[in-house]
């Protein structure tokens, strides 16, 4: 699974941003995937994560009624909507795909990695 993130960068803290993750290969819709974000100096952090049929959903507490993260199969795309964007968002997003149907939650669940995409929110 071939993996490219885009519609990073930069944007008003407040306003919104749609992320999406285009993928290359046959496994993408049968596996879970989620989005991750790292900040220099930090740990590399969940944002949140998708099972294989888009049913089950899962967002660390930090964004949390902001975003909302989809995924249509048939395109072989997800979707990060990032709505009420603070600077404290500002990371390099990734998104990543692993073996699994329900939610993955750990970095360490996935393999198959895109390069990531700046996301920078001005206060």
């Known amino acids: 699974v071939h993996l490219v993130e885009s519609g990073g960068g930069l944007v008003q803290a407040g306003g919104s941003l749609r992320l999406s993750c285009a993928a290359s290969?046959?496994?993408?819709?049968?596996?879970?995937s989620g989005w991750f974000r790292r900040t220099p100096g930090k740990e590399r952090e969940f944002v949140a994560g998708?099972?294989?049929?888009?049913?089950?959903?899962n967002y660390a507490d930090s964004v949390k009624g902001r975003f909302t993260v989809s995924r249509d199969n048939a395109k072989n795309t997800m979707y990060l909507q990032m709505n009420n964007l603070k600077p404290e968002d500002t990371a390099v997003y990734s998104c990543?795909?692993?073996?699994?149907?329900?939610?993955?939650?750990?970095?360490?669940?996935?393999?198959?990695w895109g390069q990531g995409t700046q996301v920078t929110v001005s206060s």
């Open positions: 990543a795909s692993g073996f699994g149907f329900a939610v993955l939650l750990d970095s360490s669940e996935y393999d198959y």
């Open positions: 998708i099972s294989w049929s888009g049913e089950l959903t």
């Open positions: 290969g046959p496994t993408f819709s049968s596996r879970a």
